[in-house]
């Protein structure tokens, strides 16, 4: 089972990033799928969810900018962050959640800064 992260970077202030998660060795379409973030020195937060009816939740913080969708043709889950801010910069994560079973991803850094 595998989660890689890509697609993070440095953004200005109000830019965009799209964020995606590839999928490896389990079959997307049966998992709940989500990003988390974890800033410095805080807890690591969920950010949006998917489920596998397609139906998605996202943190107040993020609601209107951020974008969750999933691919399962392709293994593919997506993070379209719009009108970013500092606070969103993190390292971001994607985790698949079945049950009991889960699986996390390696991270991908996001700096929002001018």
């Known amino acids: 089972v595998q989660l890689v992260e890509s697609g993070g970077g440095l953004v200005q202030p109000g830019g965009s990033l799209r964020l995606s998660c590839a999928a490896s060795?389990?079959?997307?379409?049966?998992?709940?799928m989500s990003w988390y973030r974890q800033a410095p020195g805080k807890e690591r937060e969920l950010v949006a969810g998917i489920w596998t009816g397609g139906s998605t939740n996202y943190a107040d913080s993020v609601k209107g900018r951020f974008t969750i969708s999933r691919d399962n043709a392709k293994n593919m889950v997506y993070l379209q962050m719009n009108s970013l801010k500092p606070e969103d910069t993190a390292v971001y994560y994607c985790?698949?959640?079945?049950?009991?079973?889960?699986?996390w991803g390696q991270g991908t850094q996001v700096t929002v800064s001018s």
């Open positions: 985790k698949s959640s079945r049950f009991a079973k889960e699986f």
């Open positions: 060795g389990f079959t997307l379409s049966m998992y709940y």
